[in-house]
């Protein structure tokens, strides 16, 4: 059976709310805890996009057990590598242990913001792998130096390191990324239940590392209403991955998205309050290879009685899977 963790979702809750769920989270039993680092909503309708890491910093004091990780960390524009791994390695302290670092090649939706444009996506694979190599560097301890052909880092060096290096978790939607994935990586993560890519990322040599993905979900007891929010707050995810990833703008995917209907993101995501059809969706995931599995409720307007769901019908049900 998969962990089974829960989403901080940062494009659609405030910063002291994300660190309640984290408590609430780790109360009801959900095995661990994810992060969106985003700059932007997908959605203008969502309507938050708190800075990640100061929530993570608060989750880390404010739970005990849970474990925390960034779903996803982009290392290649609005953030420079050497301060991501400056940031983890400070989680790691400040959670004792408990931090995993996701990373991701990144949006358009939240890179954009540093004015230095949006490359093409080879070229970002490139950066994403040197990225990646000057965090692990970093991670080793002591003064560094890196010379590669996106970046560098001049004899630096990481005062704050935890007693073991933070695992890095590495996103992936295709065969190169997969590779990347599984050379440098501690574990891979992938939003569709795909198993050619779980079997991609082991054969190259990711065998035996954890897989992490995501699900996302609209409870309510009215299954009308959940559909409606689903639409209206989720509509953007039936693009996919290559259109998501290029698009700069909130106003960008609004227009994108103009013609998916209630239905056809009802088809993705499980709606209402049935455990079943949840247990399913996961059972897809598990078959596919995923050791991990975080589920992100859709709307913060039921965010408690997702909590109260879970706690009594959802968890239960998926431990017995």
């Not at 940062?10 to 969106?36: H, M, N, W």
């Not at 959605?43 to 057990?65: D, F, I, K, N």
């Not at 190259?204 to 409606?228: N, T």
């Not at 599995?293 to 307007?301: K, N, P, S, T």
């Amino acid at each position: 059976m998969a962990e089974i963790g829960f989403t901080l979702m940062c494009e659609q809750t405030p910063a002291k709310e994300l660190v309640e769920d984290a408590v609430t989270a780790e109360r009801v039993g959900f095995d661990y805890a994810v992060i969106s680092d985003h700059y932007f909503p997908w959605l203008e309708e969502m309507g938050h996009s708190p800075y990640a890491w100061s929530v993570l910093g608060a989750a880390a004091q404010a739970t005990e057990r849970l474990p925390l990780m960034t779903y996803v960390t982009c290392p290649i524009m609005r953030y420079h590598p050497a301060v991501v791994a400056q940031k983890a390695a400070t989680m790691g302290v400040l959670s004792d242990g408990r931090f995993t670092l996701g990373v991701g090649a990144g949006e358009n939706l939240n890179e954009h913001v540093v004015g230095h444009g949006w490359p093409p996506v080879n070229t970002r694979h490139d950066m994403f792998r040197e990225a990646i190599e000057v965090i692990k560097e970093l991670f080793q301890g002591g003064y560094r130096n890196y010379r590669g052909e996106y970046f560098d880092i001049d004899s630096a060096r990481l005062f704050d390191l935890p007693e073991r290096p933070v695992p890095i978790a590495v996103a992936a939607s295709g065969e190169q990324s997969a590779d990347i994935a599984a050379e440098l990586g501690d574990g891979l993560v992938s939003t569709d239940p795909d198993g050619s890519l779980v079997e991609k990322f082991a054969a190259s040599g990711g065998e035996g590392k954890p897989v992490y993905g995501q699900l996302a979900v609209c409870y309510d007891p009215d299954k009308d209403a959940a559909v409606e929010r689903a639409h209206r707050l989720w509509r953007w995810s039936v693009a996919g991955w290559k259109v998501m990833s290029e698009l700069p703008a909130p106003v960008n995917f609004a227009a994108a998205t103009e013609t998916v209907r209630p239905e056809d993101v009802a088809e993705k995501v499980p709606c209402g309050a049935d455990v079943g059809a949840v247990v399913e969706a996961v059972r897809q995931y598990t078959e596919a290879g995923f050791t991990h599995l975080a589920l992100v409720q859709i709307g913060r307007e039921r965010q408690r009685e997702f909590f109260e769901w879970s706690e009594k019908e959802l968890l239960p049900a998926l431990r017995d899977l």
